[in-house]
Every structure is written in structure tokens, then in C-alpha cells.
């Protein structure tokens, strides 16, 4: 019975997935939207050359790899200030009341809406880049830790202290691991955002990476470029998230959240 | 228990307190790397002062970007509701229809999966080639972003229905479609506002990105246009605008969500 229903799934998958690219493929040919965009083939032809013709002054690979460290840097600082920080307010009022009204004054601000800001100030380098994608990175992370914190178990806590444990051991072996998850679940939204501030910042201004990539594709009207940008960064982005989730499952194999 | 009371009260005014002052500190220090030290030219970043005369005098004034606060609000609100609500008018009754018939979430989910990916920003070059500039093309890419997390939420939703509760009413002679419309819907409220609110934030995120790219109005053009006449006063007075407005549009969907979901629990 299961590996009939298996079955079925599959079938319709591959049913819907011919579909879409038969209807691209025909949509291509024989209507008037030829005219502005490529088909399917001629979009697999240059994903394939990209590897080994460059692009601008990199091939394909070399684009990935400079967008990758841009939101790695980012990414990684900002987390570790973010958990910080979240978790400082999480656990003592001190920090909640210093930091929270900034805080909150700061955050409904989108990362992108920084990038004007953050590059009259640093330039268009590489600073920009780590900063931007810092900010994608930090909301998320700090209002995950900050709300993990608050919300563990007021009873784990008084019971770990009437069982004699210190202040230092509490910190680091009820309130750490239980906030842990909810920490890794805004890791993930905050990796998917990096990726996509990395990308408007590319589009903005700069000489190489993914997201000039399919700029540099629409102003020279080369759209079979951008599909393939889109296609890679698609990509790329699906297997930043399984690589997350997977650090998780090791992490926390305790508490996996349930989603 | 009284003493209690009072104690709590005490320690909530003072922490009140602390947050004030945190703040006078944050604006503090501001204006004295600004005004008074001019650590960073005016260009770059400028004084607290500065930011509130920019956004009295950008009330009344067009120039130098063409259009005053008012008309970049209202030209971003058009197209951030627009793409918004395609978004949720077609992506919330679809992610219940994946969950709901099984046909329907065989065939659709792999396309779906096949397309989220895909950032929305990644979007707007195809998106300017095929609707223009205009409106069209902003309010085509929102789509996008808002319709994804409105999907992915009414689909966990009425996937979360628990089916206990499905066999109890078909025991009691529902319908099909009163099962859903009475039972799972209902139970699916709740992740569905939160997926509302989610493509809401993403939405308008992704407006800013749509404007700076192509644009002639709305605050994402003002940000990306006064980068290049180097006033960051009024940059920052476009931000500042875009986190308020956020925040006024997430405050007005928890109100309409305290009122349509009743009981159970949030998120």
C-alpha cells in the first residue's frame, strides 16, 4: 500500500514538473512571449558553458564563491552578537531594559533599506557587503534567543537551584540547551535573509558575485543569464538550509522543534 | 501579598527608567559624534537634529526627489497592498487546497518546491522584462514574496488539523465540505495569520528592493536616489518612515487576529 502510494507521488511529480517545462518550452516557441524570453534549452546551454566560460571575470563557480564568503562573514559575526546579545536580554532585566528600546527602535527596519546608509558610510567594498548581510542576519537571530531565553521553564530553573546548582551551571546547562532550538530556528529564517540582502546588495553595486550576475544580465538584456543567476542562487540557497537543518539535527538532537 | 505588588511596581518604573535613559543615550551619543564631534561628514551620516528638520521640510517639499513624504508613501502603499493582497487572495486559498485534496498537492507541491527557492529579489530583472517599470512589475514581484509564506502556512495549517476531530464530524453526517469549511479551516486560522504576517514583513522588504531597482517614486526610490545626491538625511528619514509604517501594519494584523481567531493557541 505505501509503496503504492510512493508510486503515485512520483508519477505526479514528474507529470508536474514535464508540465512546467513543456509549458515554458512551448510558451518560448510559439507565442509572442519569444520575443523576450528563452527557452528552457537555451537557459541549460549556458548553465553548462557558465562553468567553464567566465562571466565578467569569473565563471560561475567564482560568482558563487565570492557571494558565499560575503554572507558567511556576515552571517557568522552577526549571529554570535545576536545571540549574545538576545540572550543577555532573555535572562537579566538590566540588559532587557538598556537594550530592548534600541532594539525595537532598529528592527521593523528591512536590512535592504540599509543599503544606502551602510554604503555612503563604508563604500561599496567588501565591508558593505559583511554589514548588510550582518543586519539580515542579527534581527532574526537576537529576537530568537531573546524570546528562547525568556520562555524557558521557570520550574528547570528554580528546580536546578534548589537542587544546589550555581548560577554559572544553570546558564550553561538549563537555560543554553533549552533556548538552543528556538536559537537554530532563527538561524535559518536569518541564513535565508543574508542570502537575499547579499544579493540586493550585489544588485546595488558591485563587480562580481550572484546577484550582479543577473544584474549585469538584465542591463545587457542577456535574460538567458539571469534565469540561469536565478536557477544557481535557487540552488544554492536550497542546500544552505539543508545544511542548516542538519547542523541542527546534530546539535539538538533532544529537542528537535516540530515544524 | 500587597508589599509584593508594590515591590513589582517599583522595579517596572525603574526599569522604565533605565529604558529611557538608554535611549536618551543612544540619541545622545548620536548627536555627539554628528553635530558636536563631526566624526563622519553630513553626507555620511548626519545629526539627529538634521533628520527631524529633513522630514518637516520633505512634508511640503518635492524636491530633490521628485515627490513629497506623503507622495512616496502613498505611491509604496499602492504597490505594497497590491502585490499583498494578490498574494494572499491567491496563496492562501491554494495552500488549503494542496492540503486539503490530495490530487491537487501531489501535482502542485513539486512545482512549488521547484520555485521557492528562488529569492524574490532574484526576481525583478524577469519581472521588469515582462511588466515594465510601472506598477505592474513592483506589484508582480510582492506577489511573489507574499504569496510563498501565505502557501507554505495555510498548508501546515490545515495539515495540523487533527483527524480525531475530522472523524468525530463525519461521524456526526458533515459533509466534505463542512469538514473543511467548520473543522479544518478554523483550526488552520491561527498559522495562516502567521503566515500573513510573515509575507507582510517580507513584502515589505522586498518593496524597498523593487524600488531601488526600478523605480521613479515610493521610499525605496527615495533612499536609492539620495545615496547619489549624497543626502543621508533624508535616507534616514525614508527608513525611519518604512520601519513605522511596518510597524503600524503589524500592529493592525495582530488587532484583526485577536479578533477572527478565537480561542486555541497563537502561531
Known amino acids: 500500500m505505501k509503496r503504492k502510494i510512493d508510486l503515485e507521488k512520483t508519477v505526479y511529480a514528474v507529470a508536474a514538473i514535464a508540465f512546467f517545462f513543456l509549458l515554458w518550452g512551448f510558451l518560448t516557441t510559439f507565442t509572442p512571449v519569444k520575443e523576450t524570453t528563452p527557452g528552457p534549452i537555451e537557459v541549460l546551454q549556458l548553465l553548462v558553458s557558465s562553468f567553464y566560460t567566465p562571466i565578467g571575470s569569473k565563471v560561475i563557480v567564482g560568482h558563487l564563491l565570492v557571494s558565499l564568503r560575503r554572507v558567511l562573514v556576515g552571517f557568522s559575526v552577526a549571529t554570535i552578537i545576536g545571540i549574545v546579545l538576545g540572550i543577555a536580554m532573555g535572562t537579566s532585566r538590566w540588559a532587557e531594559a538598556i537594550f530592548k528600546p534600541i532594539f525595537e527602535l532598529l528592527r521593523p527596519i528591512p536590512p535592504i533599506a540599509w543599503i544606502s546608509l551602510v554604503i555612503l558610510f563604508f563604500g561599496i567594498g567588501e565591508t558593505s557587503k559583511y554589514i548588510l548581510c550582518g543586519i539580515g542576519a542579527f534581527t532574526n537571530v537576537t529576537l530568537n534567543a531573546y524570546t528562547g531565553a525568556q520562555n524557558v521553564d521557570p520550574e528547570l530553573i528554580g528546580c536546578a537551584r534548589m537542587l544546589g546548582t550555581s548560577e554559572r551551571d544553570i546558564f550553561f546547562r538549563v537555560i543554553l540547551p533549552s533556548c538552543t532550538p528556538q536559537i537554530f530556528a532563527g538561524m535559518q529564517v536569518a541564513l535565508s535573509t543574508s542570502w537575499m540582502a547579499v544579493l540586493a546588495a550585489e544588485m546595488v553595486g558591485a563587480q562580481e558575485g550572484c546577484g550582479w550576475m543577473i544584474q549585469r544580465g538584465s542591463d545587457t538584456l542577456n535574460i538567458t543569464l539571469v534565469m540561469v543567476g536565478m536557477i544557481v542562487i535557487g540552488l544554492v540557497g536550497m542546500l544552505l538550509a539543508t545544511l542548516m537543518r542538519t547542523i541542527e539535527r546534530r546539535l539538538c538532537s533532544w529537542n528537535i522543534m516540530e515544524n | ?267
Not at chain 2, 9 to 28: A, D, N, Y
Not at chain 2, 48 to 74: R, S, Y
Not at chain 2, 126 to 142: P, R, V
Not at chain 2, 234 to 260: P, Q
Open chain 2, 1 to 267: 501579598m500587597n508589599e509584593y505588588a508594590i515591590q513589582k511596581r517599583k522595579e517596572k518604573i525603574k526599569f522604565g527608567i533605565v529604558s529611557v535613559i538608554s535611549l536618551c543615550v543612544f540619541f545622545g551619543v548620536w548627536y555627539l559624534c554628528t553635530a558636536v564631534l563631526h566624526l563622519k561628514p553630513d553626507y555620511v551620516l548626519p545629526s539627529p537634529v538634521q533628520v527631524v528638520e529633513a522630514f518637516f521640510e520633505k512634508l511640503t517639499q518635492t524636491a530633490p526627489d521628485g515627490a513629497t513624504l506623503g507622495g512616496h508613501i502613498l505611491a509604496s502603499l499602492q504597490v505594497a497592498l497590491t502585490g499583498y493582497l494578490l498574494g494572499a487572495v491567491i496563496g492562501i486559498p491554494l495552500g488549503i487546497a494542496m492540503a486539503w485534496f490530495r490530487k491537487v498537492d501531489m501535482f502542485v507541491t513539486p512545482l512549488f518546491d521547484l520555485i521557492r527557492p528562488v529569492p524574490t529579489i532574484a526576481w525583478i530583472p524577469l519581472m521588469i522584462l515582462w511588466f515594465g517599470i510601472g506598477l505592474g512589475a513592483k506589484a508582480a514581484i510582492i506577489f511573489v514574496s507574499a504569496f510563498v509564506p501565505c502557501v507554505i502556512n495555510a498548508y501546515a495549517g490545515i495539515k495540523q488539523t487533527k483527524p480525531v476531530h475530522l472523524w468525530v464530524s463525519q461521524t456526526f453526517g458533515a459533509s466534505r465540505r463542512e469538514m473543511l469549511f467548520t473543522v479544518a479551516i478554523p483550526t488552520a486560522l491561527p498559522l495562516i495569520f502567521t503566515g500573513l504576517r510573515i509575507s507582510l514583513g517580507t513584502a515589505w522588504m522586498t518593496l524597498c528592493a523593487a524600488e531601488m531597482l526600478a523605480s521613479n517614486r515610493g521610499l525605496g526610490y527615495m533612499i536609492q536616489l539620495n545615496r547619489t545626491l549624497a543626502r543621508a538625511d533624508l535616507i534616514v528619514v525614508a527608513m525611519l518612515t518604512i520601519g513605522v509604517i511596518g510597524t503600524i501594519f503589524t500592529v493592525g494584523l495582530d488587532a484583526l487576529e485577536k479578533k477572527f481567531v478565537k480561542g486555541g493557541r497563537r502561531g
